[in-house]
């Protein structure tokens, strides 16, 4: 199965830091590229996404870089705040959420 | 409130038991979805259904069974055959046409007495 490969497993970061979490993917005809937040006890849910035809997308305090040549992305999260410390997911697909391939997940801990 | 409701929340398995995770959905959405989440593997596809009375094994089907006889229920039974039941499952559908976009369910823990 194609992978994607997520770092770092945990992250601590001070309030009002810059959070980077990184993921890389194998398959080059993926064409999709989703962040999903997890709190506690929760499902998961879509915090932003991108497709390979931009390098960068942006949402608030939230954004996706995205390298396509070195088949990497990354979720930045700026002026992080303790309500951002949650587990974070990346995934990638082609074809349908069927075919999502998730990373392993990264708990962000924001300390006040 | 549209949304996926799973139950129960806290689920307990005895030996040789079967048990069955309740997942139902209100948001008219034609795919459904049973992940399985253990701690530092993310998440793995256990079965999908695209439409009702039809679903696909995923990658982690072994031990484990689905039905769709209704488009708002996706119910998923553990059987005594999945050794290593303990986990975070969680349900999760998408709109057909737009489908790469999940919307999950609050998950059920199931542990094995």
């Known amino acids: 199965q194609q992978q994607v490969k997520q770092s770092p497993q945990s992250l601590i970061v001070q309030k009002g830091g810059i959070s980077i979490i990184n993921c890389a993917y194998e398959?080059?005809?993926?064409?999709?590229f989703p962040w999903y937040q997890q709190f506690p006890g929760k499902g998961p849910a879509l915090l932003i996404a991108?497709?390979?035809?931009?390098s960068e997308k942006k949402e608030g305090r939230f954004t996706i870089s995205f390298n396509k040549s070195a088949k990497q992305f990354s979720l930045h999260i700026m002026d992080s705040q303790p309500g951002d410390s949650a587990t974070y997911f990346c995934?990638?697909?082609?074809?349908?959420?069927?075919?999502?391939?998730f990373g392993q997940g990264t708990r962000l801990t924001i300390n006040p | 409130d549209g949304g996926i409701t799973q139950s129960p929340k806290y689920l307990f398995r005895k030996e040789g038991q079967n048990v069955t995770l309740s997942c139902e959905q209100n948001?008219?959405?034609?795919?459904m979805y049973w992940y399985r989440q253990d701690p530092g593997q993310g998440l793995r596809l256990i079965y999908y259904?695209?439409?009702?009375?039809?679903?696909q094994k995923g990658d982690i089907a072994e031990g484990y069974s689905v039905s769709r006889e209704k488009k708002e229920s996706f119910p998923l039974t553990v059987t005594s055959a999945q050794k290593n039941p303990t986990a975070f499952y969680l349900c999760?559908?998408?709109?057909?046409?737009?489908?790469?976009?999940?919307?999950f369910g609050s998950g059920t823990q199931l542990s094995v007495l």
């Open positions: 995934a990638s697909t082609l074809g349908g959420a069927q075919k999502l391939v």
């Open positions: 398959n080059t005809a993926f064409d999709y």
């Open positions: 991108i497709r390979p035809d931009v």
């Open positions: 948001l008219n959405h034609d795919a």
């Open positions: 259904s695209q439409i009702v009375n039809d679903f």
């Open positions: 999760a559908s998408s709109m057909w046409q737009t489908n790469e976009k999940l919307f």
